[in-house]
């Protein structure tokens, strides 16, 4: 029951914009800590970005600062990321994740208390 399902993937073509949307539920949502995760093909799961309780702190990955941004909105349990001028390297399984803390988030260990099962983004030049 506790989960969270990511929404929003499909193709588009390079400098286009995509909003990913993640729904939580069977937890307190406005208690955790909400990021995203991506895994290109052959390649580790990356870290993408995150965002505090009451959305007032972000962390973003260095190879997508300054281009996506995180936010989420607790009375909807819902956590979004907006991209934008999206290259074909951003190509990936973009994953929805949360824990309690964000050092889980940016500790690069992976473990994180909730995922989700992913949403494909891919990029066409």
């Known amino acids: 029951q506790v989960q969270l399902v990511e929404s929003g993937g499909g193709l588009v073509q390079a400098g286009d914009s995509l909003r990913l949307s993640c729904a939580a539920s069977?937890?307190?949502?406005?208690?955790?800590?909400l990021g995203w995760f991506r895994q290109a093909p052959g390649e580790e799961r990356e870290f993408v970005a995150a965002i505090g309780w009451s959305g007032g702190s972000t962390n973003y990955g260095d190879s997508v600062k300054g281009r996506f941004t995180i936010s989420r909105d607790n009375a909807k349990n819902t956590v979004y990321l907006e991209m934008n001028s999206l290259k074909p390297e951003d190509k990936a399984v973009y994953y929805c994740?949360?824990?309690?803390?964000?050092?889980?988030?940016?500790?690069?260990?992976?473990?994180?208390?909730?995922w989700g099962q992913g949403t494909l983004v891919t990029v066409s030049s």
């Open positions: 994740a949360a824990d309690r803390y964000t050092t889980s988030f940016l500790s690069g260990r992976g473990v994180l208390e909730v």
């Open positions: 069977g937890f307190i949502f406005s208690a955790y800590v």
